[in-house]
């Protein structure tokens, strides 16, 4: 009790602050995620997601170079196609444009982990997640496309899939294709826990995969909901899952920690592209101090529970905690 307790003691200097600090935040944590597109020398910015970029296999892999650099582990990669088609053959072809990225990747920068998202939309011209029969998302049917995107990205050279469809039962299926063709060691960072958010806006226009009809609540979780979070995760790891993942994070920081305190596995959780859009828009207007709420928030997520954040401020949170003069 004030006076013999005071909470004060502790914050009188960085040194003894930085020595009670229950919360920690380094580069390994990070995973940075890319969008690949196809052409040469192709670089687009990304209007609603600053310092984000459309680029073709040559310049990613110069984007990558530089993660590699600043001590990122890895990165997720999403592909944008040339052609959409009803069933996102792109998807799941060998030549498609992510089994293309990641061979370039394996070879050029090896040290890199790359992981792969595993999902239709982007390569469907309904942009929906899987086969559409009825004006619906058929789940069985769309098993068998996820499972061959897999294993394509797999046969790439990719180093783990992360399947973010939110089909029943995929996981299951993608563990048994996997073993079957020999990758019995390739892990699976699920999107276990992932809610039909507007927070994917600016990664829609993006990667082009906005819903032409409808929207996802037929297959991901309603924001209201924090129970079935849980549910969904404990059913990806009984079908195997080895990772998985909380998306968005920062209005869903308490299913982050839901999730954490009941299963001791990898958790990892994805600051998506209208959470980072947020921010950069806020720090444009001088309304926000970017880079003091960026490490906030990235230090929420992981106080929250989560191990691993995929963000699109991977590099500039990098340049900060790696103490380089004049970071922003
Ligand atoms: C694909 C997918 C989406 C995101 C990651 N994988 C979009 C969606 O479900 O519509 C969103 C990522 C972000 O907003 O940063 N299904």
Redesign the pocket.
């Known amino acids: 009790m004030f006076p013999t307790t005071r909470m004060r003691r502790l914050r009188g200097s960085e040194t003894i602050r930085a020595l009670v600090r229950e919360t920690t935040l380094a580069v390994d944590d990070l995973i940075y ?1 890319l969008f690949v597109c196809p052409g040469t020398d192709v670089q687009n910015e990304i209007p609603s997601m600053p310092d984000n970029c459309r680029a073709s296999v040559d310049r990613m892999i110069e984007d990558c170079r530089e993660v590699r650099d600043l001590g990122i582990p890895g990165v997720l990669l999403f592909g944008i196609p040339e052609h959409k088609d009803e069933t996102g053959s792109e998807g799941w072809s060998d030549r498609g444009i992510v089994q293309t990225a990641v061979r370039a990747i394996k070879k050029q920068v090896p040290e890199l982990l790359v992981i792969t ?1 595993v ?1 239709l ?1 982007e390569y469907t011209t309904h942009g929906h ?1 899987g086969v559409i029969r009825d004006r619906k998302v058929d789940n069985d049917a769309t098993l068998e496309l996820l499972a061959r995107q897999s294993l394509s990205h797999a046969r790439a050279g990719a180093d783990v899939v992360a399947p ?2 939110m089909m029943d039962g995929r996981i299951g299926r993608i563990r048994r294709a996997l073993d079957g063709e020999g990758f019995a060691d390739l892990p699976i960072m699920s999107y276990a826990a992932k809610y039909a958010s507007a ?2 806006g ?3 226009d993006a990667a082009g ?1 906005a819903p032409q009809f409808g929207d ?1 609540r037929g297959y991901q979780i309603d924001p209201c909901n924090a129970d079935e979070a849980l549910r969904e995760v404990e059913l990806d790891l009984e079908e195997g899952a080895d990772i998985v993942m909380v998306k968005p994070a920062l209005a869903y920081l308490d299913v982050i920690y839901r999730v954490k305190s009941a299963f001791p596995v990898p958790l990892a959780a ?1 600051n ?3 959470e980072f859009a947020c921010i950069k828009a806020a720090a444009e207007r001088g309304w926000l101090d970017e880079q003091r709420i960026m490490l906030e928030v990235l230090y929420s997520i992981r106080r929250a529970g989560a191990d691993i954040i995929l963000t699109y401020f991977a590099k500039q949170a990098a340049r900060v905690l790696n103490g380089e003069s004049g970071a922003r």
Do not use: I
Request: proline share 11%; aromatic share 22%.
């Open positions: 995620p998202d999902c939309c997640c973010s469809d927070f994917y600016p990664f829609r995969s996802r994805y998506v592209s209208g």
